[in-house]
């Protein structure tokens, strides 16, 4: 039992050394509706970690092409945090060590509101965490802002009536959100080229599924 108390805790000093590292990023953006038919002409802006992605301006603006996708390369940090993992089959779980990315992808949502249609663009958030070895975890939406009086994308949208219920929404945002959240994430494949060490090269391979837009709110 000792060694195995011993063993955790030096996989923990291990893995909370959080460091971070300016790498290139290759990606590959694709954005289908929800039968996975691509969506070819969307206009979406990626940024990511390193960036200051809150600003409307920061990272790359691309277009779909008719297959649905978009390729751009950028220049982020990727950091490294410590998430738990299951022992194989057991009850138990490590604190390990995983390079950390994070996406902020502002899109376009058409939606009905007070009867008539209204475009949001909104600024949607996901983590990606990838262990040794090539798994990654992630594949969700964190967070979705919309824009501040500054412009800024900063004020978080909260899908859950349970917590904000529509009568207390009077921002026409705030509504839109409850009825829906617009998309799922179906790709987040983060992977390193190990072959070049003095100039660090990844690829992330990220693609979105826009959901049916409700037909009342």
Known sequence: MRCWVLLMCMLACMAGATQAETITLVVTLKLTDSDYKPLPAQSVRL????????????????????KGEAHLT???AIDRQTKSRNVGMTPFSLPVGTDHLLIAAEL?????????DHAFRWLYTENIFRYEGGETSGGYIDAIFSKDAQGRFTKELDPNLNNLPMAQRT???????AADEGYV??????????TDKAHPRWTLSLAFKRMPRP???
């Open 185 to 194: 994430p179906t790709d987040f494949g983060l992977e390193r080229d190990d």
């Open 74 to 76: 950028a220049v982020v």
């Open 215 to 217: 037909v009342f709110h």
């Open 47 to 66: 940024a990511f970690s390193g960036q200051d992605w809150r600003n409307p301006n920061a990272g790359q603006r691309v277009v779909t092409d008719a």
């Open 171 to 177: 921002d026409p945002e705030q509504r839109a959100i």
């Open 108 to 116: 376009e949502r058409i939606l009905p509101l007070n009867g008539r």
